[in-house]
C-alpha cells in the first residue's frame, strides 16, 4: 500500500492515491501513481516511474484542478 499525500510544508513525496503503489491490482495490471510534493508556495507532480519529469505549478492551481478534475470536467475527451 502507498504512502499518504503529505500535509503542507512536508518535503518528502507522496502518492495521491493511498491504493496506489503496489505492483499489480485486483485484475494483475501494474499500478500508476502520481506523486505529490507540496511546500509553503509551490506543489510538485511527477509520475512514479518517472520521476525525473516533474510539474511545478502553485497550490491555488492545484486546487483548481482537483476540483475539476472531482466534477467530471475531464471526463470527456472533447
Known sequence: MGSPAPAAGDRRWGQADPECGDDAGDDGASSECVEVRVGADLVELRE??????ILHTN????????STIKTGKLDHPA
Open 48 to 53: 512514479s516511474d518517472d520521476g525525473d519529469v
Open 59 to 66: 497550490p491555488a492551481a492545484f486546487a483548481d484542478l482537483l
